[in-house]
């Protein structure tokens, strides 16, 4: 099983509509989640991260994580098509190495996001 | 501008013939990070340090060095490039003190090995 698992789509949405993904991850110790867009060819950036059980907030964008389910998603409100970009979903691990903690972070493969006109 | 900086952006080189790929953030950021993305696969880790001179592998370290000697930079080296070397690299750095802001990204090296 892959650590982190995201549908890889390609996700097609309406303009206006809410555009839903989902991310799940097999460590029940993951401390940290987030997510990151990625227009094509440009890096990763980050535009949510979560750590608590429940929603968190920002403009258009909903995180949700539940950690007995081992399940984060995002939603996307009036989606634009300048959403339209791959969705990676990110998992902090807590890992030691050499005597000293540090949080891996670990990607699943992305979800291509389409918003249409 | 806070950024990390990775250059070269594009790199086509012959197979074994050794190459770095620079890394630089001004940031102070004590963690960074190497990636590789090819298609169907996401963002693998290929390395990271956690400070100067503390390096560690990731999940794919196979073909690669790093080095961490100055707290800014973190060159990628390829001492013998393959063709399956082939991919778009990432460099990230985050402040040890920010595990709940995630990493920032460089612009990306895209090499091909021939």
New interface residues.
């Given amino acids: 099983q892959k650590e982190v698992e995201q549908n ?1 789509g390609p996700l097609s949405v309406p303009e206006g509509a809410i555009a839903s993904l989902n991310c799940t991850y097999s460590d029940r110790v993951s ?2 989640f ?1 997510w ?1 867009r990625q227009y094509s060819g ?5 535009i949510m ?1 979560i ?1 608590s059980n429940g929603d968190k907030e920002d403009g258009r964008f909903t995180a949700q994580l539940n950690k007995a389910s081992q399940y984060v998603s995002l939603l996307i409100r009036d989606s634009q098509p300048s959403d339209s970009a791959t969705y ?1 979903c ?1 998992v ?1 691990i807590r890992m030691v ?2 005597g ?1 903690s ?9 979800t291509i996001l389409t918003v249409h006109p | 501008e806070a950024q990390v900086t990775q250059n070269p952006r594009y790199l086509i080189t012959v197979t074994g013939k050794k190459l770095t790929v620079t890394c630089s953030q001004n940031m102070n950021h004590e963690y960074m990070s190497w990636y590789r993305q090819d298609p169907g696969l996401g963002l693998r880790q290929i390395y990271y340090s956690m400070n100067v001179e503390v390096t560690d592998k990731g999940d794919v370290p196979e073909g690669y060095k790093v080095s961490r000697k100055e707290k800014r930079n973190f060159p990628l080296i390829l001492e013998s490039p393959s063709p399956n070397q082939t991919s778009l690299y990432f460099c990230a750095s985050r402040s040890k003190g920010s595990a709940n802001y995630g990493y920032t990204f460089g612009s990306g090296t895209r090499l091909t090995v021939v």
């Fill in positions: 890889s401390q940290s987030f990151y440009k890096s990763p950036e980050l991260s750590y990676l990110a902090t190495a050499g000293t540090y949080g891996k972070l670990t990607f699943g493969q992305g």
